[in-house]
Nanobody
Framework: QVRLVESGGGLVQAGGSLRLSCAAS????????MGWYRQAPGKQRVLVAT???????NYADSVQGRFTISRDSAKNTVYLQMNSLKPEDTAVYYC??????????WGQGTQVTVSS
């Protein structure tokens, strides 16, 4: 079983920065990729950024150039550095882990609120 623990959410003013962390723990898993998704009130969950454990990254157009995903392979941890935050970035941010088989695992979510 895999457990994902997210941290780093909070309230920030527009133009500010936050850094999210997600640590994976458990046994019997291998990481193919990890990433971040977000869900705003009344909207579907959407991709923010993903990173393969080989290092390739993928970003949503809306965050390209403002957000940076990175990882610490030794700690099975992925980070999301969010700069130049906008009110429309307000959402619950979820960490996801995809192995080489089976369904992805999800964290419990962390709230990010950007005030104008």
């Amino acid at each position: 079983q895999v457990r994902l623990v997210e941290s780093g959410g909070g309230l920030v003013q527009a133009g500010g920065s936050l850094r999210l962390s997600c640590a994976a723990s458990g046994s019997g898993f291998s990481i193919n990729a990890m990433g971040w998704y977000r869900q705003a009130p009344g909207k579907q969950r959407v991709l923010v950024a993903t990173m393969s454990w080989g290092g390739s990254t993928n970003y949503a157009d809306s965050v390209q150039g403002r957000f940076t995903i990175s990882r610490d392979s030794a700690k099975n941890t992925v980070y999301l550095q969010m700069n130049s935050l906008k009110p429309e970035d307000t959402a619950v941010y979820y960490c996801a882990l995809r192995g080489y088989t089976g369904s992805p695992y999800w964290g419990q979510g962390t709230q990010v609120t950007v005030s104008s």
